[in-house]
């Protein structure tokens, strides 16, 4: 079964710009999450997806806003960068009735010049 | 809401040593427990997990963990590394939120570094 895919793996965008990353869940997984991953936060908690509806959302400004597909494909969006976005953002599936258990992809290594 | 503390930033290790790596978190009425790998430039791996049941959990790669309520703690152990486990180790736990919910809660991270 292929893992969790993320596109594009690098990026590199300017302070005030937006961007939009995608991930694809391991086929049956219906519920995404969403994480950014910074060397002074550490890993944190951006939102989670479950049939095309939000359900939880972690403390990050309202820039940060993601969707998901009727194909359990997400994205989610940054509006008007800032340096501190620089992160990797990383997506993870979970299978069905399992929540807590979550699968990770490589990762949007997003940086903001 | 849920916490994880992992004891130590940083653990180096000869090769064929074995290892410890310290993950305490925040008391519940029942937690899921898991334990992550990330190698460079990579995202994260699931090592292993703990739902309920035995509390010596085994994982990928010879390592396992093992979960005491009394302590909170869920310690991460190989009894030999190898220069292939030097990485980035995390510890998590899920914190639910509404029904059906779930977000996982990390620590900081300990780096794994083994020397030959």
């Known amino acids: 079964k292929a893992g969790v895919t993320q596109t594009p793996r690098y990026l590199i965008k300017t302070r005030g710009q937006q961007v939009t990353l995608s991930c694809s869940p391991i086929s049956g997984h219906r519920s995404v999450s969403w994480y950014q991953q910074t060397p002074g936060q550490g890993l944190q908690f951006l939102f989670e997806y479950f049939s095309e509806t939000q359900r939880n959302k972690g403390n990050f400004p309202g820039r940060f806003s993601g969707r998901q597909f009727s194909n359990s494909r997400s994205e989610m969006n940054v509006s008007t960068l800032e340096l501190g976005d620089s992160a990797l953002y990383l997506c993870?599936?979970?299978?069905?009735?399992?929540?807590?258990?979550?699968?990770f992809g490589p990762g949007t290594r997003l940086t903001v010049t | 809401a849920q916490s994880v503390t992992q004891l130590d930033s940083q653990v180096p290790v000869f090769e064929e040593a074995p290892v410890e790596l310290r993950c305490n978190y925040s008391?519940?009425?029942?937690?899921?427990l898991f334990w992550y790998v990330q190698y460079p430039n990579q995202g994260l791996q699931l090592l292993l997990k703990y739902l309920s049941g035995s509390t010596l959990v085994k994982g990928i790669n010879g390592f396992e963990a093992e979960f005491n309520k009394s302590q909170t703690s869920f310690h991460l152990r190989k009894p030999s590394v190898h220069i292939s486990d030097t990485a980035e180790y995390f510890c998590?736990?899920?914190?639910?939120?509404?029904?059906?919910?779930?977000?996982?809660?990390f620590g900081q991270g300990t780096r794994l570094t083994i020397n030959p």
């Open positions: 993870a599936s979970s299978p069905p009735y399992r929540a807590y258990e979550q699968y």
């Open positions: 008391s519940s009425v029942s937690v899921y």
């Open positions: 998590a736990v899920s914190d639910s939120i509404i029904q059906g919910a779930q977000k996982l809660v």
